[in-house]
């Protein structure tokens, strides 16, 4: 029973489009995304914006098709060179499934090189029944050029004698207006890109072989964030979540 419902989760999570809402954001900028508040498949190499001390957010994902819902929450806050990043998340799906989650990241930069570890551990269980955990590492670099960067990613998930290793690799555009990237992760690649206006930013992602796509609306005013996010992955789920998150600025008070 409980390996079927692993294996459920697991081809959940392949066909959503970019991130799988099993993480505190379901991000369609790209799993290798340089910026943002960290979640289960995001890079640990990563900067806050410029001007930013510290940022915080919280977030809610669904996918009706397979009754799985995420809620989360995360901060990173900026120390000199380097970034300091704590989230966690709780999925349940249906009344048969229950993980919490929870991880750790530290970035650090020097001119045009970022490198990144970080460590999750989740606690899974099946109502009613033992609970088991597992471990996640996590590594990864870029070489940051701007507006361009390349980066990679490894992580390795391990319970017990059981070793799983996954990878990506991205090149990303980051202008000031639009922004592009390419990712692959050895099964599958995402193509996205960007538009930023005064308050407002477009976000779509498509990926390939298999087809799935992803948007996202970002409104921002007064160093707050709102997004709303869906991605469909067709013929099997869809999903929809909502963000919502802080930057505090360098000496200034919430």
């Excluded at 989650?101 to 490198?115: A, I, K, N, P, Q």
């Excluded at 088991?132 to 990679?152: D, E, F, H, M, Q």
């Amino acid at each position: 029973m409980r390996r079927a419902i692993l294996v459920f989760v697991w081809l959940a999570s392949l066909v959503c489009a970019m991130d799988f809402p099993g993480e505190f954001v379901q991000n369609p900028g790209g799993s290798l995304a340089l910026s943002g508040l960290p979640g289960y498949k995001s890079t640990p190499v990563r900067y806050l914006e410029e001007g930013a001390a510290a940022g915080f957010g919280v977030a809610y994902a669904r996918m009706p098709g397979a009754d799985i819902q995420v809620a989360g929450a995360a901060v990173e806050i900026g120390l000199a060179k380097s970034r300091l990043a704590v989230s966690s998340s709780y999925t349940e799906m249906d009344s048969l499934y229950r993980r919490v989650y929870s991880e750790v990241d530290l970035s650090l930069t020097r001119f045009w090189l970022m490198g990144g570890a970080g460590y999750g551990v989740s606690v899974d269980w099946l109502p009613g029944e033992e609970c088991w955990t597992l471990n996640r590492y996590k590594a990864g670099l870029a070489i940051v050029k701007r507006p361009l960067a390349l980066s990679g990613l490894i992580s390795l998930v391990n319970s017990g004698s059981v070793f799983q290793v996954d990878y990506g690799v991205s090149l990303r555009f980051d202008g000031e207006t639009f922004g592009a990237f390419v990712e692959y992760d050895g099964n599958s690649v995402d193509v996205g890109n960007y538009l930023k206006f005064s308050h407002l930013s477009v976000i779509s992602a498509y990926r390939f072989p298999e087809f799935a796509l992803s948007v996202s609306l970002v409104v921002s005013v007064g160093g707050w964030s709102l997004s709303g996010a869906y991605g469909d992955a067709y013929p099997l789920w869809d999903w929809f979540g909502f963000t919502a998150s802080k930057t505090i600025r360098k000496k200034t008070i919430l």
